[in-house]
C-alpha cells in the first residue's frame, strides 16, 4: 500500500470514528436530558392540583406548568366544542372534545375533555354528556402546539384540528378576541361522565426512550470501523511482503 494512500485511508478512519463517537456522546446527553424530563413530569403529576387562578398567575410569570395539575371550577359551553383528531389507545380513529369552561369568576379556560370515536362527533350522539350544571373538573396543564411539517393543517371552517392551537382555537370560538381565555389547556382526568362519553384521562405520559441503545449502536459501529481499518491495512501490509 502507498504511503499516500494509507494516509488518506487513516484521516478518513479517524474522521468517520470521530464523528460516530460524537453521535454516541450526544445520545448519552440526550439520555440524561430525558430521565431528567420523565423524572420532572412523573414529579408534577403526582403533585396537589392548583387552582386555575394560581395555575394562570405562574403561566404569566412564564413559569413552565405542562402537566400539573389544575382543578377548575365552572360550567361548559357546549355550543362552542372543537374537535382535535386523535386515536384512542387502541388506535381507533376519533376526536378529542376541546370546549371553554367559563369559572364562576368569569375565568375562560380552553379544557380536553377527553376522546370520542368519530361515531360520536356529533353531540346529538351524547347529549348525557353535555352536561348543563357546574361542575368541577381536574386536568394536567398541556400548552400550545406549533405545527409542524408531518401534521395537516387545521381546517377550523369545518371545526377540524389536526394540532393543539391555542390562540387559532380561542380566536374561532371567540371572534375579535372579546374574550380572553387561559394560556393553556386543561387535559381532563379520567372521571364519572355521563353516558360515558367523552372519555377524559387520556394524556400520555410514557416518552419513548431509545437513547441508549442508540448510543451503544454508534459505538459500536465506531469499533466496527477501526476493526476493518485495522484488518484492512494488515492484510495489504501481509500482501506487500508475501
Same mark, same amino acid.
Given at each position: 500500500m502507498r504511503t499516500a494512500s494509507l494516509l488518506k485511508l487513516t484521516l478518513a478512519t479517524l474522521m468517520g470514528v470521530a464523528l460516530l463517537v460524537g453521535l454516541g456522546v450526544w445520545q448519552l446527553q440526550r439520555l440524561q436530558w430525558k430521565e431528567g424530563?420523565?423524572?420532572r413530569v412523573?414529579?408534577?403529576?403526582?403533585?396537589?392540583?392548583?387552582?386555575?387562578?394560581?395555575?394562570?398567575?405562574?403561566?404569566?410569570?412564564?413559569?413552565?406548568?405542562?402537566?400539573?395539575p389544575v382543578t377548575a371550577e365552572g360550567r361548559y359551553h357546549h355550543a362552542l366544542e372543537r374537535y382535535l383528531y386523535a386515536l384512542s389507545p387502541e388506535g381507533e380513529p376519533g376526536w378529542h372534545v376541546i370546549t371553554p369552561l367559563e369559572t364562576v369568576?368569569?375565568?375562560?379556560? $380552553?379544557?380536553?375533555?377527553? +376522546?370520542?370515536?368519530?361515531? $360520536?362527533r356529533d353531540p346529538a350522539t351524547r347529549k348525557q354528556g353535555e352536561v348543563q350544571e357546574v361542575v368541577t373538573v381536574t386536568g394536567l396543564v398541556r400548552q400550545s402546539e406549533a405545527p409542524t411539517i408531518f401534521v395537516p393543517d387545521n381546517e377550523p371552517d369545518k371545526n377540524q384540528w389536526f394540532s393543539r392551537d391555542l390562540p387559532a382555537m380561542a380566536r374561532s370560538m371567540f371572534p375579535g378576541g372579546t374574550v380572553?381565555?387561559? !394560556? +393553556? +389547556?386543561?387535559?381532563?382526568?379520567?372521571?364519572?361522565?355521563?353516558?360515558?362519553? !367523552?372519555q377524559g384521562g387520556q394524556t400520555r405520559l410514557s416518552f419513548p426512550n431509545n437513547h441508549l441503545q442508540y448510543a451503544i449502536t454508534w459505538f459500536g459501529l465506531a469499533v466496527c470501523l477501526v476493526v476493518i481499518y485495522g484488518v484492512y491495512v494488515w492484510g495489504a501490509y501481509r500482501g506487500k511482503g508475501s
Amino acid at each position: 500500500m502507498r504511503t499516500a494512500s494509507l494516509l488518506k485511508l487513516t484521516l478518513a478512519t479517524l474522521m468517520g470514528v470521530a464523528l460516530l463517537v460524537g453521535l454516541g456522546v450526544w445520545q448519552l446527553q440526550r439520555l440524561q436530558w430525558k430521565e431528567g424530563l420523565i423524572a420532572r413530569v412523573e414529579a408534577r403529576t403526582k403533585s396537589e392540583p392548583l387552582s386555575l387562578e394560581r395555575a394562570i398567575a405562574l403561566a404569566r410569570e412564564a413559569r413552565d406548568l405542562s402537566y400539573t395539575p389544575v382543578t377548575a371550577e365552572g360550567r361548559y359551553h357546549h355550543a362552542l366544542e372543537r374537535y382535535l383528531y386523535a386515536l384512542s389507545p387502541e388506535g381507533e380513529p376519533g376526536w378529542h372534545v376541546i370546549t371553554p369552561l367559563e369559572t364562576v369568576k368569569g375565568t375562560m379556560v $380552553l379544557v380536553d375533555r377527553g +376522546f370520542v370515536p368519530n361515531a $360520536l362527533r356529533d353531540p346529538a350522539t351524547r347529549k348525557q354528556g353535555e352536561v348543563q350544571e357546574v361542575v368541577t373538573v381536574t386536568g394536567l396543564v398541556r400548552q400550545s402546539e406549533a405545527p409542524t411539517i408531518f401534521v395537516p393543517d387545521n381546517e377550523p371552517d369545518k371545526n377540524q384540528w389536526f394540532s393543539r392551537d391555542l390562540p387559532a382555537m380561542a380566536r374561532s370560538m371567540f371572534p375579535g378576541g372579546t374574550v380572553q381565555v387561559a !394560556p +393553556f +389547556f386543561l387535559e381532563a382526568k379520567a372521571s364519572e361522565v355521563p353516558g360515558g362519553w !367523552p372519555q377524559g384521562g387520556q394524556t400520555r405520559l410514557s416518552f419513548p426512550n431509545n437513547h441508549l441503545q442508540y448510543a451503544i449502536t454508534w459505538f459500536g459501529l465506531a469499533v466496527c470501523l477501526v476493526v476493518i481499518y485495522g484488518v484492512y491495512v494488515w492484510g495489504a501490509y501481509r500482501g506487500k511482503g508475501s
